[in-house]
């Protein structure tokens, strides 16, 4: 049995401690918040509560492995139902498609009907292209800890292609309705286009096949049951408290210096940003954070359109409006997100493209990238893509530091609630049973 830290106490960090507690080593996880979930939680401020991070999540079949491997099934702890449809776009040409999950028919249909006949087979083109990928990259990324010199010649090509997301779209569709349906996911996550891997572009195939989720109420509730878990597993959990850094000889992690003392350990799982910790900055300094868009809670009371969960309006600022919160009776808690050139308030913004709610606010929570950093010690975002080699200088799920794991957004695969818990699941499977 191993006498593991965890440091951090977001997703990344309490699945990474739920699975190895399982595993039967002695864990302790500290996290400087005075909770646990990092950005996944809730928000609430006069009757009002919102998601503070996503509000979906695609590959539903990782949260259901992590309780399973960790103890009671999901069901037995959380519902979690498809979202339909998974998201609507609205375009400056007045045009909209609201886009289903799970089906490639239904996204034909939908497509054809809102944007032009013909464009969904085009759609259609594009997302089957990712098949391949997607169980290639299953097999030798996502689902084992990834390391160049030990996967195939067409893995590694897939993942270091000099193709860019951008490139590809453009030479996919001629449609420009088409193309910001493919890249707007990737531009609200603070990405460039031009300097992100085509191969990235799979997402849209994960949630055609496999749907988009989520847990009615908001997936806030994924916080409280991980922490309920982490209860069961016995994990030592330490709130309120700040790692300062690693302890380190002779290369290999003996543990913690935190702002209450030391904490000895065999091994050490990083669910931070690396770079707050000294001993793990240098090994990223050619990377940079991904920074998150500006947030604006709205709590609204009156007559409020009637949204689906999640509504996309595509131009320059991109606008994101999530309808999944929780309001007083004849309310809506709406979540508003901002990328681009935001050059006027957020709610004039949105009722400049359609979307008029400044009569009805209430309550109104706004937050700037700056503020959501410091929040959580880091950005939720994971690591910026600055071109393929970026996965070069990104920490996988081992690191050159003897006993020291990595998990969380800024760890390989990346950013997400699939690809965080998927690292998690990594770092078990790289330490082992006890």
């Known amino acids: 049995m191993a006498r593991v830290v965890v440091v951090g106490g977001g997703l990344g960090g309490t699945a990474s401690a739920a699975r190895l507690a399982k595993l039967g080593h002695e864990v302790t996880l500290v996290e400087r918040a005075d909770r646990l979930g990092g950005a996944v939680g809730f928000l609430e401020r006069d009757g009002y509560r919102w998601d503070t991070g996503p509000t979906a999540t695609a590959l539903p079949a990782v949260l259901r492995d992590l309780f399973r491997k960790s103890g009671r099934p999901l069901e037995r702890e959380l519902d979690l139902v498809p979202v339909e449809p998974m998201r609507e776009h609205r375009f400056e040409d007045g045009s909209a498609v609201a886009l289903p999950s799970g089906s ?17 087979d085009r759609w259609l083109d594009w997302t089957h292209g990712f098949a391949d990928t997607w169980n290639l990259l299953r097999r030798d990324y996502l689902e084992r800890p990834y390391s160049p010199d030990h996967v195939g010649k067409e893995t590694r090509a897939t993942l270091t292609t000099r193709t860019t997301l951008h490139r590809a779209v453009t030479r996919a569709f001629k449609d420009e309705r088409l193309r910001a349906l493919a890249l707007a996911g990737t531009v609200l996550d603070g990405h460039d286009p031009r300097n992100v891997p085509a191969w990235v572009g799979m997402t849209a195939y994960v949630e055609q096949n496999f749907g988009v989720w989520t847990v009615p109420g908001g997936m806030g509730a994924l916080a409280g049951a991980m922490t309920k878990r982490l209860g069961e597993r016995r994990v030592d959990v330490r709130l309120g408290t700040t790692v300062e850094d690693l302890v380190v000889r002779d290369g290999r992690a003996t543990g913690v210096v935190t702002d209450g003392g030391l904490v000895e350990a065999d091994l050490v799982v990083c669910a931070v940003d690396p770079r ?35 509504v996309v309006l595509h131009g320059d600022p991109l606008l994101v409006v999530r ?17 681009g050139r935001l050059a006027e308030d957020i709610v004039t913004a949105l009722a400049r493209r359609g979307v008029d709610v400044r009569e009805q606010v209430r309550v109104r929570v706004d937050l700037s990238p700056r503020d959501l950093v410091e929040t959580y010690g880091g950005s939720p975002y994971g690591v910026l893509w600055q071109g393929r080699t970026t996965l070069r200088h990104r920490l996988g799920t081992t690191t050159p530091v003897t006993n020291v794991f990595c998990a969380g957004a800024h760890a390989a695969p990346g950013a997400g609630v699939p690809f965080v818990g998927l690292s998690a699941a990594l770092v078990a499977q790289a330490v082992g049973k006890a």
């Open 276 to 310: 707050r910790l000294p001993a793990l900055a240098s090994l990223v300094r050619r990377t940079m954070p991904a920074l998150p868009p500006v947030v604006c809670h709205l709590g609204l009371q009156g007559d409020v359109p009637a949204l689906p969960h999640e």
């Open 323 to 339: 309808t999944g919160g929780s309001a007083p009776d004849g309310g809506a808690a709406w979540t508003v997100l901002g990328r």
């Open 104 to 120: 490639r028919a239904a996204q034909q249909q939908a497509i054809d009907a809102g944007l032009g006949p013909g464009l969904g």
